[in-house]
């Protein structure tokens, strides 16, 4: 049977995301649980009461179940007064109480397929011989309220509170635009009766972001994310204030009978009444519901709203009644949530890497922990800045971050978890592989080992070089980079093609054939589209988007090399520190000659196709967010093709590119003074 959390979480979830527990004795633990639950306690209370947030949901959750945790393994030092033992917050004193009729619950979170086929088979033990469907829908990111309507018309709305009694919020409610004041079909007789229509206020990400961006200019603090802002709006005792905010609001259910016999009747209900829903999916099976999961999941970071996973509930009315609940939550509802993309876990040593410009990076070893479904080991911290900045230290708790494929980094520092023991961290001063003392040029932020041939930067360079998007040398891998460096059998690029089969097959662990496989593909790798090899060069600041730009542009490397700072500049995206880099690379001697010995080793570097210049003397300007590309390179097409892409509308516009949520003011503007306005579809048939 899943277990009753009051705070949402679970332990099946520990697989997931929670794996930096640590093995402690009582008295470690119960020193560990102090701490624990005075922190915790700190953020519930800001986040509930306050309606502020210092860290993420999901790193508060790491810090509740290690909690948790350590309660399950010593039962006698768990307290009531524990934050696993309570739900919710009181209400602010300001506004009016009201209590709920039916109670606003909370929902269980589930994280993988495992705990679904648990969901269900929990759903089979409790009323057995049933099958069942079930209503999937988005799980938004906002502000849960409770709407009564009586003869049709809005009588009052207010806040979740702790679940019985929440805060009468009408008026503040009352300026949110997609809230109706009557519902539509007023004069249907099931609704002279009280109707209590539930849903979530919440603001979208553009809109969130323009906001944040004024109060920034105004000196004032930023929101975290939307959903703080959302919840501060309504809780703003001013509701002129409010009415500035655009909060919209999307009903997702009805506690009141209006003759819906499932979940999706009740949407289409709400939808005929007047509210903004979102229609979800209908779900036959559990496969159905992954699939849906998986999709949403996907769409997640081109949505206007911010969602933090799917809400699947059983689709027959009757059946979720007789469920009933389990403490604050229903039986026949859960919240599938998304990979968090946060934890907590300790540093427990920091290394300094060196990269291909000699730049050290402190990296902090972690211990390992489970984020979106990968191991954590590794987190950047950036630079020495960044180390004053977060204050971290090693043996510290911190909150670790892993979004997307961007490099794990270090958020934030949990100095209230700390013990005592922590070590500050000591940059080096001189490179821990050459020791040649470190440089720091002035007004910069990072420490370099100034010594070309140092062999952390040799390996490093050898390393970017053969990688996929330089020469792409199947099999050159860093382990084997390493041993060809060791064994002094490479040190310049160069020296990758004139390595022999007898070269390789005395080093260890290199079986006949691989070694024939990779002398081929080294070989392979001598026919080399521009693009890649001025990427594989290692400029700094050139990486793989800049070095496409620098083919396309120039056509030649010949060009790209005598090319003057002004016309580097002159490239779309660089800028002149880039522009500064490249110039001064094809100045130095060493870079010339490596060049020179390349070509003589006999590569061959294509040119990029011609490209046509078919939208030259054409003028776009953009809104909106395009589903097949990012504004950049949407710019960066049009500009490839000869068009110009200013940022605002003039008298040369001539196309408006539309995508999705755009701005209102670019539309009308174009609208007022007749410039062509296109969508997606026709705009990459232009570009084709
Ligand atoms: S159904 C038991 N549907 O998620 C309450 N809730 O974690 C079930 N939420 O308090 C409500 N989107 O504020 C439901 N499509 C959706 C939702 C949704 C967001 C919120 C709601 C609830 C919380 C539970």
Redesign the pocket.
Known sequence: MPHNYSL?INTKTSFCIYSSLIIMNRIQAKKRIEKLKAVISYHRYLYHVLDKQEISDEALDSLKHELYKLEQQYPDLLTPDSPTQRVGGEPLKEFKKVEHKTP????EDIFSQEELKDWENYLKRLLPGTSFNYFC????D?F?ISLIYKNGVLIQGST?GDGKIGENVTQNLKTIESIPLKLKLSQDPRLTKEVDI?G?VYMEKKDFEKFNKKRKQLNEQPFANPRNLAAGSIRQLDSKLMASRPLKFLA??IASDLGQTTHSQGHQILLSLGFKT?LGKKCANLQEIQKYWQKVSQKRKNLAFQIDGI?I?VENNSFFKKLGTAGK??RG?R?FKFFPEQATTIIEDVKFQIGRTGAITPVALLKPIKIGGTTVSKATLHNEDEIKRLGVKIGDTIIVERAGDVIPAVEKVLPELRDGKEKRIQMPTICPVCKTPLIKPKGEVIWRCPNKNCFAVKRELLEHFASKKGFNIDGLGPKIINKLLEENLIWSPCDFFHLSKGDLSPLERFAEKSDENLIQAIQKSKTIPLSRFIYALGIRFVGEETAIVLAQYFGSLKKIMEANKQELSAVPDVGPRVSNSIFNWFREKDNQKLITDLISAGIRILAPAKISRKLSGKTFVLTGTLNSMTREQTKNKIRFLGGDVPNSISQKTMFLVVGKNPGETKTKKAKKVGIKIIHEKEFLKMIK
């Not at 606003?104 to 929902?107: A, C, T, Y």
């Not at 829908?137 to 938004?140: F, M, R, S, V």
């Open positions: 949402g606003m619950l909370s929902m829908e988005p799980k938004i906002g849960a979740r539930r979530e997702y259910d979102e809400v509930n939550s229903p509802a919240a």
